[in-house]
Nanobody
Framework: QVQLVESGGGLVQAGGSLRLSCAAS????????LGWFRQAPGKEREFVAA????????KYAISVEGRSTISRDNAKNTVILQMMTLKPEDTAVYYC??????????????????WGQGTQVTVSS
């Protein structure tokens, strides 16, 4: 069992930045692929970014590529999503997720077994 808790969301003006953090507890944390997803009102949940268990391979959605950086610290059991140059379109509830799988199919929600409660990000014009 893995427990995930997100933090760092809030209200920010367009062009600003936020640092989202996810604290994890449970067994074999270092062996899990970690990802971030988001869901806006009236829309389906979508992939944002992910990092593999080694921390050496990352993947980003086209909508955030170049504006976001995902990283992990296995010693502290945390995964970070640094978002820059935020846009109103980035407004959503952001969720972190963990899955124990191999390969580079990071965007498949079905591969993630554990999910956090989410943190709200609101970007104003």
């Amino acid at each position: 069992q893995v427990q995930l808790v997100e933090s760092g969301g809030g209200l920010v003006q367009a062009g600003g930045s936020l640092r989202l953090s996810c604290a994890a507890s449970g067994r074999a944390f270092s062996l899990y692929t970690l990802g971030w997803f988001r869901q806006a009102p009236g829309k389906e949940r979508e992939f944002v970014a992910a990092v593999d268990w080694r921390g050496g391979s990352t993947k980003y959605a086209i909508s955030v590529e170049g504006r976001s950086t995902i990283s992990r610290d296995n010693a502290k059991n945390t995964v970070i999503l640094q978002m820059m140059t935020l846009k109103p379109e980035d407004t959503a509830v952001y969720y972190c997720a963990a899955g124990r799988f191999t390969g580079d199919l990071y965007t498949r929600e079905s591969l993630y077994d554990y999910w956090g409660q989410g943190t709200q990000v609101t970007v104003s014009s």
